[in-house]
């Protein structure tokens, strides 16, 4: 079985700029988490979708925003980029939202210049 | 809220030396622990979880972890370190009640030496 993938896997934006990226999980599963990782805050919980609606947010700016399709594909938006936005964004599935385990993506390395 | 602290940045181990990285949790109700690792350039890996049951919880790798709920600790822990096992580790807790929010340590980056 396919693992969660993520594209793209690297991304150089400049400040100002929006950016999409999106996360594919492994198939039969309906939860999609995003994490935010950075060297100085560690890995941050952004939000997580499960049959298209999101059902927690962690504590983001409104310019951080997402959406799951009914294929359970998700994607995460960022408006106005920041140069702290700079970070690895992690996806991870699981295969409801009361699953134990998450599985993680590779992640996308996005770069904000 | 919960909480994670992983109080060791960097633990270093020789090659065949028992290993131990600490994490102490805090949560509103039952917790759910987990162990992930990540290697360089890659997404995190599941290791093992605590959910009920025993308190001695083996995982992938060789790798076991013992919940104690009176030191709200979770450490994990290998009887013979591996160079391969050099990595960063994270520690992460969720409430029983708070499906699908995980929250995680900073972690800690362990290297084993030959």
Not at chain 2, 57 to 72: D, I, L, M, P, R
Request: positive net charge.
């Amino acid at each position: 079985k396919a693992g969660v993938t993520q594209t793209p896997r690297y991304l150089i934006k400049t400040r100002g700029q929006q950016v999409t990226l999106s996360c594919s999980p492994i198939s039969g599963h309906r939860s999609v988490s995003w994490y935010q990782q950075t060297p100085g805050q560690g890995l941050q919980f952004l939000f997580e979708y499960f049959s298209e609606t999101q059902r927690n947010k962690g504590n983001f700016p409104g310019r951080f925003s997402g959406r799951q399709f009914s294929n359970s594909r998700s994607e995460m938006n960022v408006s106005t980029l920041e140069l702290g936005d700079s970070a690895l964004y992690l996806c991870a599935s699981s295969t409801t939202i009361t699953s134990y385990e998450q599985y993680f993506g590779p992640g996308t390395r996005l770069t904000v210049t | 809220a919960q909480s994670v602290a992983q109080p060791e940045d960097q633990v270093n181990v020789a090659e065949g030396n028992p290993l131990t990285v600490k994490c102490t949790y805090s949560v509103s109700g039952n917790p759910y622990l987990f162990w992930y690792v990540q290697y360089p350039n890659r997404g995190l890996q599941f290791l093992l979880k605590y959910i009920t049951g025993d308190n001695l919880v083996k995982g992938s790798y060789g790798f076991e972890a013992e919940f104690n709920k009176s030191q709200t600790s979770f450490h994990l822990k290998k009887p013979s370190a591996l160079v391969s096992d050099s990595a960063l580790y994270f520690c992460a807790v969720r409430a029983n009640t708070n499906a699908g929010k995980s929250t995680f340590g900073d972690g800690t980056t362990l290297t084993v030496k030959p």
